[in-house]
């Protein structure tokens, strides 16, 4: 076990709709990371946030937003969802905000269905 | 932005020792190498890291040469269990925005009895 918790496991949903994945980081850790996993594009870093901020972006699509609370917990939104968005989406956390240099504790993922 | 190449799938047996080669050509600087591994249904889980020459925990090895162009990870004498998909992850050296991260395809490793 982790410690990362992501919710909800699975979401299946419609073309042009939006939906809001959670994820609670590991307890003591302040840096939540967001990937998108498809069987075309391998493993995507979209976003870092830390303590709060916006630390790094990858490949994130404008329709895509996310933050992160005061209480260390983020939210990735999806937008306008497309069928090419259908992907497994990961939730990491590291202690700090250079995960070059300490392991990242991912959690199993909530695995988006477009129809 | 380094673009990471790793072998998409290789086979091994039991008992023996594999060695997985992740190629980044334009790695920067400040960039660390990390290697994960991932069974099915579940997300990627820490195996080791490192910057630069040899680094060594108690499930594998991470080997960088001086240019840093390219990291090996070695399994000594795998087992059945070790069957799952292995990707190195480049970056992530810098406390700054922008700090980007980079995953390699990941390599498919079979183990067979």
């Known amino acids: 076990d982790s410690g990362v918790t992501q919710t909800p496991k699975h979401l299946i949903t419609a073309t042009g709709q939006r939906v809001t994945l959670r994820c609670s980081p590991r307890?003591?850790?302040?840096?939540v990371y967001w990937y998108q996993q498809s069987l075309d594009q391998g493993l995507q870093f979209l976003i870092q946030y830390y303590n709060g901020e916006e630390r790094a972006k990858g490949n994130i699509l404008e329709r895509f937003s996310a933050q992160q609370f005061p209480d260390l917990h983020s939210e990735l939104n999806l937008s306008s969802l497309e069928l090419g968005d259908s992907a497994l989406y990961f939730c990491?956390?590291?202690?700090?905000?250079?995960?070059?240099?300490?392991?990242?504790?991912f959690g199993d993922g909530t695995r988006l269905s477009i129809l | 932005l380094a673009k990471t190449t790793q072998p998409i799938s290789m086979d091994s047996y039991e008992g023996q020792e594999v060695n997985i080669t992740c190629s980044h050509n334009?790695?920067?600087?400040?960039?660390?190498i990390t290697w994960y591994q991932q069974f099915p249904s579940q997300g990627p889980r820490f195996i080791i890291q490192g910057y630069k020459t040899k680094v060594t925990n108690e499930v594998a090895s991470l080997f960088i040469p001086a240019d840093r162009k390219s990291s090996t990870l070695s399994l000594p004498r795998v087992s059945l269990s070790d069957t799952a998909v292995y990707y190195c992850l480049v970056g992530g050296g810098v406390k700054a925005a922008g700090n980007k991260l980079t995953f390699g395809g990941g390599t498919r490793v079979l183990v067979k009895p």
């Open positions: 307890s003591g850790d302040l840096s």
């Open positions: 990491a956390s590291s202690t700090w905000d250079t995960p070059g240099r300490q392991p990242q504790h």
């Open positions: 334009n790695i920067a600087t400040n960039d660390y």
